[in-house]
């Protein structure tokens, strides 16, 4: 199993742009998660899905945050416009529905950089 | 969820036994301990979980205190690779609530 997988590992982008970053979780699990991990916050979740529907939107900044996860193998989560504190490092993470919840497996992130 | 206490940075001599404290005196009766660690430029990786038994793993040993109000997780003979920030979570399986990442403690294992 490859693991689950995001891409860009890395972004670069100007304030103001639309970012997207994308997530495929491991093939089978039904939960995915979206955190995002600063020096000075730690590890934040932002929004879960369950069976492709979101459960809990409570952690995502503000409106310029999106997610969507239109299928069961593939999540993005986009920002639009874009701005130099969203920069922070994005995971994304997956477990079977019905499984604890508690054994994530993360991906190996994005690093975004918001200039 | 019970909130945890863990000190923020630890040495350890390679080859040794790694002990990594975590206090959670608040814990109810039915919230898990749970271990993840996240290496640098890494995601975070499950480690292991116990409820009030010790537990043992391929990659660590968790011990509970009776009391459930402490828990060490150890790492039998440490190696450079395990230099990473080790996150104590206590929580309810199955709760709608997800993880919630503490601060964690600071592991460097040194040569």
Redesign the interface.
Known sequence: DAGVIQSPRHEVTEMGQEVTLRCKPISGHNSLFWYRQTMMRGLELLIYFNNNVPIDDSGMPEDRFSAKMPNASFSTLKIQPSEPRDSAVYFCASTPLGHTNEKLFFGSGTQLSVL | DAKTTQPPSMDCAEGRAANLPCNHSTISGNE?V?WYRQIH??????II?GLKNNETNEMASLIITEDRKSSTLILPHATLRDTAVYYC?V?V??S????????GTQLTVLP
């Open positions: 898990y749970y430029s890494q995601g975070p990786q499950y979980h979570i929580r399986p199955g709608a609530r997800q993880l919630t990442f503490g601060s």
